[in-house]
Nanobody
Framework: QVQLVESGGGLVHPGGSLTLSCAVSGISSDTYSIGWFRQAPGKEREGVSCISSDENREGGAFYRTSVEGRFTISRDKVKKMVYLQMTNLKPEDTAVYYC????????????????????????WGQGNQVTVSS
């Protein structure tokens, strides 16, 4: 059974930092790429970042323009964890954040450059709320 379980969300002040974690089970870390998505109230779900199953071979990590330089995605294959470090958070980062997995990096990568999801990744986590507010 495939499971993606997010944790680490919460309330943070503007300019603050937060790290989200995604525990991955039931799929191979060697073949699945992992992405982070978010959905703000009243808005479409959007891709935020993704990381290849083999970051050295396929170029590593990728980001939506609005978060580049502030967010960092990483993965620990031994622990089967994927992380999203978020710094200099802004109120517009407020959303439910989702972890997702697909065996095609291109599926996740494409969603970083669209306003709505074109193709659903194979697997989703349940979501974790991040609220940026003073």
């Amino acid at each position: 059974q495939v499971q993606l379980v997010e944790s680490g969300g919460g309330l943070v002040h503007p300019g603050g930092s937060l790290t989200l974690s995604c525990a991955v089970s039931g799929i191979s870390s060697d073949t699945y790429s992992i992405g982070w998505f978010r959905q703000a109230p009243g808005k479409e779900r959007e891709g935020v970042s993704c990381i290849s199953s083999d970051e050295n071979r396929e170029g590593g990590a990728f980001y939506r323009t609005s978060v580049e330089g502030r967010f960092t995605i990483s993965r620990d294959k031994v622990k089967k964890m994927v992380y999203l470090q978020m710094t200099n958070l802004k109120p517009e980062d407020t959303a439910v954040y989702y972890c997702a997995a697909d065996n095609l990096l291109s599926v996740l990568y494409r969603e970083l450059h669209t306003d709505r999801i074109i193709r659903q990744p194979e697997y989703w986590g349940q979501g974790n709320q991040v609220t940026v507010s003073s």
